[in-house]
Nanobody, 125 residues
Framework: QVQLVESGGGLVQAGGSLRLSCAASGRTFSTYAMGWFRQAPGKEREFVAQITWSDSSTYYADSVKGRFTISGDNAKNTAYLQMKSLKPEDTAVYLC??????????????????WGQGTQVTVSS
């Protein structure tokens, strides 16, 4: 089992920045990649970004490309999501996820095996 705990959410004005953290514990050696998703009220869970531990390769949703940066610290078993130039439409619960197998698209939530509880990000206009 892998446990994931997010932190760093909050309220920020449009144009501002936030950095989210996702600390992993348990069988972290089994994880292949870490991802961030978000879910706004009444909407489906949406892929945001992924980082692969082996080569630190990253992948982003078009909606956040150029504004968000995902990174990871293997020694601390922690993934980060640096968010800049935030917009009101970025408002959502942000969830961290871990996957153990390099199979299938990284943008599909069902490909991930473990999930955190989420952290709220609210961007005011």
């Amino acid at each position: 089992q892998v446990q994931l705990v997010e932190s760093g959410g909050g309220l920020v004005q449009a144009g501002g920045s936030l950095r989210l953290s996702c600390a992993a514990s348990g069988r972290t050696f089994s994880t292949y990649a870490m991802g961030w998703f978000r879910q706004a009220p009444g909407k489906e869970r949406e892929f945001v970004a992924q980082i692969t531990w082996s080569d630190s390769s990253t992948y982003y949703a078009d909606s956040v490309k150029g504004r968000f940066t995902i990174s990871g610290d293997n020694a601390k078993n922690t993934a980060y999501l640096q968010m800049k130039s935030l917009k009101p439409e970025d408002t959502a619960v942000y969830l961290c996820a871990a996957r153990t197998r390099p199979l299938g698209s990284s943008t599909i939530a069902s490909r991930y095996d473990y999930w955190g509880q989420g952290t709220q990000v609210t961007v005011s206009s």
